[in-house]
């Protein structure tokens, strides 16, 4: 079995960094691309961000563009998401997500992604 698991979420005022981590486990992580996505309450699950399994592509939600840096280390089955001038309205629920294809083809769509881990909460204060 795959296991993911999200670190790095907390409390930031706005203006403020936080890099999230997302540790896998089970398989072999170089073959799956990676993603992030988030959750605030009441509405839909969001895509943010994802990456290729060599990690050579990346692709972006337009909300995140210019100030969220997605990235990964094969060698340590580890992906991050490094967020920068965060906003109250990026506050949510952040879930990393892998799925068996390599590429990002239909990247933002969460039901082609096999596996997700259990979210860590990211808060941002005005």
């Known amino acids: 079995q795959v296991q993911l698991v999200e670190s790095g979420g907390g409390l930031v005022q706005a203006g403020g960094s936080l890099r999230l981590s997302c540790a896998v486990s089970g398989r072999t992580f170089s073959n799956y691309a990676m993603a992030w996505f988030r959750q605030a309450p009441g509405k839909e699950r969001e895509f943010v961000a994802a990456i290729s399994a060599s990690g050579g592509n990346t692709y972006y939600a337009d909300s995140v563009k210019g100030r969220f840096i997605i990235s990964r280390d094969n060698a340590k089955d580890t992906m991050y998401l490094q967020m920068n001038s965060l906003q109250p309205e990026d506050t949510a629920a952040y879930y990393c997500?892998?799925?068996?294809?390599?590429?990002?083809?239909?990247?933002?769509?969460?039901?082609?992604?096999?596996?997700w881990g259990q979210g860590t909460q990211v808060t941002v204060s005005s």
């Open positions: 997500a892998a799925r068996w294809s390599g590429s990002l083809e239909a990247a933002p769509v969460p039901n082609t992604y096999h596996y």
